[in-house]
């Protein structure tokens, strides 16, 4: 019996969620969710930053709806947090950190988050989710969104006046994600119609013509920046080359995309399947224990080759996530099998038995390092990995748990 269709698999995720949703509990401070350190302490060193408290309204979101005690506080404490710490009441928006003084960049990155926290708190039903959702979608609309183009800007000065010239991929696949969250909670369908400008954008066209090699940097006219931090290959956000991850991840959202589309009745591309397996398979030839290691690296050159070997935890539970919705979609033993095998992967290198939560980031001999990731900040991906195989494709996994759609679909 494949592990995705065995109920002590699912007793066993479930018992996953609830460490990890008792982990982040400690990072709440006043200002709202800080960044923790390997030890589940609060690392006094940083800014309490906007998508980390986003990420945890969303994951304490979804422990309100697995009926977890204690949740609820959480979401409000966030949501609090927002309005009064975080919330730009001169020019809207939200600053993208809060510490001494308020970080001024806003970021599309971290508004995608805000849209999330509040699709999910609305979901919740949390006082004030819906308020926040209402706002975020207008900042989004109004500063994000570029009609043109049909995708999102990269970033703005604290005023909106300035734009940086930089334009980034992941900023919106995370847009994708939000804006799939935020056409399931409000039922306007003018949200799906952009998250799936984006994705061909994206996928359709600048993954495909680099042989799904998904290109994360662009210059203001969309032209990729194929060498972008060639000297600074590492870094946890704008990192050189092609991030494996981002392609499992992006596999996982055009399936979710499709789904949703099918679900109202829309005309579905005939591009969206194939590149979901192409992603998927991609992902496993150029990432997984290419260096002869175990484990997906960070990133490869365009020509494929590994650039850097560190290993991120996010990318397993996208991994995971990703082969669990393939599989739903297109049943196939051997993505079963992936899915086993990253599990297996998890438990016995990323998961951290002793302190709680996951190593964020393994070295290329698979022991713990720091060099990307230090700490633990999040747990918004693992939480994701212990409930998407347990949710239909779509709706998104808030709206999900709010429709009792748990374990619904055999």
Same mark, same amino acid.
């Given at each position: 019996?494949?592990?995705?269709?065995?109920?002590?698999?699912?007793?066993?995720?479930?018992?996953?969620?609830?460490?990890?949703? $008792?982990? =982040?509990? %400690? /990072?709440?401070?006043?200002? &709202?969710?800080?960044? !923790?350190?390997?030890?589940?302490? #609060?690392? @006094?060193?940083?800014?309490?930053?906007?998508?980390?408290?986003?990420?945890?309204?969303?994951?304490?979101?979804?422990?309100?709806?697995?009926?977890?005690?204690?949740?609820?506080?959480?979401?409000?404490?966030?949501?609090?947090?927002?309005?009064?710490?975080?919330?730009?009441?001169?020019?809207?928006?939200?600053?993208?950190?809060?510490?001494?003084?308020?970080?001024?960049?806003?970021?599309?990155?971290?508004?995608?988050?805000?849209?999330?926290?509040? $699709?999910? =708190?609305? %979901? /919740?039903?949390?006082?004030? &989710?819906?308020?926040? !959702?209402?706002?975020?979608?207008? #900042?989004? @609309?109004?500063?994000?969104?570029?009609?043109?183009?049909?995708?999102?800007?990269?970033?703005?000065?604290?005023?909106?006046?300035?734009?940086?010239?930089?334009?980034?991929?992941?900023?919106?696949?995370?847009?994708?994600?939000?804006?799939?969250?935020?056409?399931?909670?409000?039922?306007?369908?003018?949200?799906?119609?952009?998250?799936?400008?984006?994705?061909?954008?994206?996928?359709?066209?600048?993954?495909?013509?680099?042989?799904?090699?998904?290109?994360?940097?662009?210059? %203001? /006219?969309?032209?990729?920046?194929?060498?972008?931090?060639?000297?600074?290959?590492?870094?946890?956000?704008?990192?050189?080359?092609?991030?494996?991850?981002?392609?499992?991840?992006?596999?996982?959202?055009?399936?979710?995309?499709?789904?949703?589309?099918?679900?109202?009745?829309?005309?579905?591309?005939?591009?969206?399947?194939?590149?979901?397996?192409?992603?998927?398979?991609?992902?496993?030839?150029?990432?997984?224990?290419?260096?002869?290691?175990?484990?997906?690296?960070?990133?490869?050159?365009?020509?494929?080759?590994?650039?850097?070997?560190?290993?991120?935890?996010?990318?397993?539970?996208?991994?995971?996530?990703?082969?669990?919705?393939?599989?739903?979609?297109?049943?196939?033993?051997?993505?079963?099998?992936?899915?086993?095998?990253?599990?297996?992967?998890?438990?016995?290198?990323?998961?951290?038995?002793?302190?709680?939560?996951?190593?964020?980031?393994?070295?290329?001999?698979?022991?713990?390092?720091?060099?990307?990731?230090?700490?633990?900040?999040?747990?918004?991906?693992?939480?994701?990995?212990?409930?998407?195989?347990?949710?239909?494709?779509?709706?998104?996994?808030?709206?999900?748990?709010?429709?009792?759609?748990?374990?619904?679909?055999?």
């Amino acid at each position: 019996m494949s592990w995705l269709h065995n109920p002590a698999h699912t007793r066993w995720l479930e018992r996953e969620s609830d460490e990890l949703l $008792a982990f =982040a509990s %400690a /990072a709440m401070v006043d200002k &709202g969710f800080a960044h !923790l350190d390997r030890t589940g302490n #609060v690392d @006094e060193t940083r800014p309490v930053e906007l998508w980390i408290t986003c990420r945890m309204i969303h994951s304490f979101a979804l422990g309100v709806m697995l009926g977890r005690p204690g949740a609820s506080t959480m979401v409000d404490h966030g949501l609090a947090a927002l309005g009064e710490h975080f919330h730009d009441a001169e020019h809207s928006g939200w600053y993208s950190a809060v510490g001494a003084e308020p970080a001024q960049i806003k970021e599309a990155y971290a508004h995608a988050f805000v849209i999330l926290a509040g $699709a999910s =708190a609305t %979901a /919740a039903g949390r006082p004030g &989710g819906e308020d926040l !959702l209402t706002a975020a979608l207008e #900042v989004s @609309e109004r500063h994000f969104w570029d009609e043109d183009e049909g995708l999102v800007m990269e970033s703005w000065d604290q005023t909106f006046t300035t734009a940086e010239e930089y334009r980034g991929v992941n900023a919106n696949m995370h847009t994708v994600e939000a804006y799939l969250a935020a056409a399931d909670v409000t039922g306007s369908d003018v949200w799906l119609d952009r998250a799936l400008r984006i994705s061909t954008r994206v996928i359709d066209g600048f993954a495909r013509e680099h042989q799904w090699r998904v290109p994360e940097h662009f210059d %203001a /006219a969309w032209n990729p920046i194929l060498d972008y931090n060639a000297e600074t290959p590492a870094d946890p956000f704008r990192p050189a080359g092609a991030t494996v991850g981002h392609w499992l991840e992006w596999s996982r959202l055009l399936l979710s995309l499709r789904a949703g589309l099918q679900a109202r009745g829309r005309s579905v591309p005939d591009w969206m399947m194939p590149a979901a397996r192409q992603l998927f398979h991609a992902a496993i030839d150029e990432g997984w224990g290419v260096d002869g290691t175990e484990g997906f690296i960070y990133t490869v050159d365009f020509d494929g080759a590994p650039l850097v070997r560190e290993r991120m935890h996010w990318v397993v539970t996208e991994a995971i996530g990703a082969a669990a919705a393939l599989h739903r979609a297109e049943p196939d033993p051997q993505v079963a099998r992936w899915y086993e095998t990253w599990w297996e992967h998890a438990a016995v290198y990323l998961i951290d038995e002793e302190e709680g939560s996951w190593f964020h980031e393994l070295g290329p001999d698979n022991e713990p390092s720091d060099t990307v990731w230090p700490g633990k900040p999040d747990i918004y991906h693992a939480l994701q990995a212990t409930l998407i195989p347990r949710l239909p494709l779509t709706p998104s996994i808030a709206p999900a748990l709010a429709r009792g759609l748990l374990d619904s679909v055999e």
